[in-house]
C-alpha cells in the first residue's frame, strides 16, 4: 500500500478518535496538524488548544490505539503543539491579542482568591502559555507581595503602561503583572469610591501594554460590588472561578457569587475548593478541619463544573509571604493539587470558547439583539 493510501487510512482512524472533554473527534476539531509515513513508521502530530491540556496522555493512547489498527502500520509516535485558539467577537475588539480574561473571585474575604488566582497564571505559564496577571483589588491589593515585587514601578512608554515582569526560576518564561499596588501606597487605596474604582479598572485593561497573551487572570477583591460589575461592564470575560472554603458561611457567599456572574452574562468556569482538608506531615492522614465536599456539592447543584480541592498547607502561606509562588507547584501534595486544577480550568476555558457564543461585555447585543443585562434569567442589581 502506497504512503499516501496509509495516510488516508490514518486520517480516516482519527475521526474515530474522540477529544474527552469537547465530545467531538479530533480531525474535526482541527487538533490533527500532521501525519507522516516511512515505511510503515508513523508520526503524528497532535496540535493541543492548551498547552495545559488535563487530557494529552488519554489522547495520546487513543491516537496511538486507532493508528496501529492501521494495516501497513508497524510503529506510532504521537507529538504534541499546543496553540489556545484566539477569541472572536468583542474580546478580540476590546483587548487585541488577549485570547481569554479569567476572573478569580468569590463572595467571601480571606479564603484563597489571591492564591487561586496566582497559582492560575503560574500554573498556566509553566505549562507553556502566554499569561498576565491582574489585580483587580484596588482596595487591598496582595499580588505585588505574593510575587515578590513590593518595589516595583511601572514603566510608561507611547501612552501605555508597561507592566511588570515576573520571572518563573530556571525559565524564560515570564508573567506580566499590573496592580495599583505599584502604583501608589496601598493605604491610600482604601478611601477611593466606586467612580474611581471603575477608573482605575478600566485604564489597566485599555492602557496596559499586554501584548499577546494566552490569558489574562483577574484577582478580584471580596464582595460582590463595583470591581466585578466595572469588569463585566469594560471587557468580554471568558468567564470567573470562584473560590471558597468548605464552611456554610462561606459556601453561602459562594453561590451568591456564581449568581451575580450568572446575572451579569458572566458564564462560570468552576469552582474551588481551597483550605479543603489538612494532611498530617508526619503521618499523612487527612483531617477534613473545614468540613470538606461542600465546594462540590454547590458546583453540582448550580450545575457549575468543580475544578478541585486544595488543601491547607504551610507552604502555601509561606509561598505567599516570602512572594515565591512557585513554591506552590515544589511541595508534592500542594503542587499537584494546584497543576489539577490549573489543566481542569485551561479544559473548561477550551470547552466555553468551542461551545458557546464569544464572550460579551455587558452593553454589548448578542445576536438576537439582547444584551446580557437583559438576556433571559438577568435579574438587575445594584452597583456598590
Ligand atoms: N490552602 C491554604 N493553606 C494555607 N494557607 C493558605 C491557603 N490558602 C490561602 N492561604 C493563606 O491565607 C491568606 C489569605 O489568602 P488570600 O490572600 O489568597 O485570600 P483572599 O481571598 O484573596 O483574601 P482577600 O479577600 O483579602 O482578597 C494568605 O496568607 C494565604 O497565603
Ligand atoms: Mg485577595
Known sequence: MSNERIKEQITDALRGVMDPELHQDIVKLKMVKSVAVCDGAVRVEIELTTPACPL????????????????????VMVEFSASVRPSSGPLADALPGVKNVLAVGAGKGGVGKSTVAVAAAVGLLRDGATVGLLDGDIYGPSIPTMLGLGDAQPRVKNERILPIEWRLPGSQSVLKVISIGFMIDPDKALIWRGPMVHGVMRQFLGQVDWGELDYLVIDLPPGTGDVPLTL?????????????????????????????????????????????????????????IFGRGGAKQSADRLNVPFLGEIPINGVIRAAGDEGRPERLFEHERTGQAFSEMV????????????????????GQPDQQGRNAANAPGHKPIGIG
Open 232 to 288: 463585566a461592564q469594560s471587557v468580554p470575560l471568558t468567564g470567573a472561578v470562584v473560590v471558597c472554603t468548605p464552611q456554610e458561611v462561606a459556601l453561602i457567599d459562594a453561590r451568591r457569587a456564581v449568581r451575580m456572574f450568572r446575572d451579569v452574562g458572566v458564564e462560570c468556569l468552576g469552582m474551588v475548593e481551597n483550605m479543603s482538608y489538612y494532611a498530617c506531615p508526619h503521618c499523612g492522614k487527612e483531617d477534613d
Open 56 to 75: 494529552k496522555d488519554v489522547i495520546r493512547k487513543d491516537v496511538e490505539r486507532a493508528v496501529r489498527g492501521v494495516a501497513g502500520v508497524t510503529q
Open 343 to 362: 489543566r481542569n480550568l485551561a479544559g473548561q476555558i477550551t470547552v466555553r470558547n468551542l461551545t458557546k457564543p464569544p464572550p460579551r461585555a455587558i
